[in-house]
Nanobody, 125 residues
Framework: QVQLVESGGGLVQAGGSLRLSCAAAGRRFSSFFMAWFRQAPGKEREFVTAIDWNASRTYYAHFVKGRFTISRDNAKNTMYLQMNSLQSEDTAVYYC??????????????????WGQGTQVTVSN
């Protein structure tokens, strides 16, 4: 078992930045493949980015490449999402997710065993 808690969301103007955190408690954090998903109002939850156990590999959705950066600090049991050049289309609830599996389905929600409660990000024009 692992408990995930997101923080760092808020209201920001377009072009601004935010840094989200996902703190994990319970099972050894370094054993999990981690990801961020988001869900905008009226839309399905979608993959944003993922990172493997030791941060040697990262994966991004095409719409955030070059703007968002995922990272993790296994010593602090925490994952981060640095979001720059935010756009109104980035407005959503952002969720962190943890998986005990690995594979090419890193962008599929079904791969992830554990989820946080989400943190709201609102980007105003």
């Amino acid at each position: 078992q692992v408990q995930l808690v997101e923080s760092g969301g808020g209201l920001v103007q377009a072009g601004g930045s935010l840094r989200l955190s996902c703190a994990a408690a319970g099972r050894r954090f370094s054993s999990f493949f981690m990801a961020w998903f988001r869900q905008a109002p009226g839309k399905e939850r979608e993959f944003v980015t993922a990172i493997d156990w030791n941060a040697s590999r990262t994966y991004y959705a095409h719409f955030v490449k070059g703007r968002f950066t995922i990272s993790r600090d296994n010593a602090k049991n925490t994952m981060y999402l640095q979001m720059n050049s935010l756009q109104s289309e980035d407005t959503a609830v952002y969720y962190c997710a943890a998986s005990t599996y690995s594979g090419s389905q890193y962008n599929e929600q079904t791969m992830y065993n554990y989820w946080g409660q989400g943190t709201q990000v609102t980007v105003s024009n």
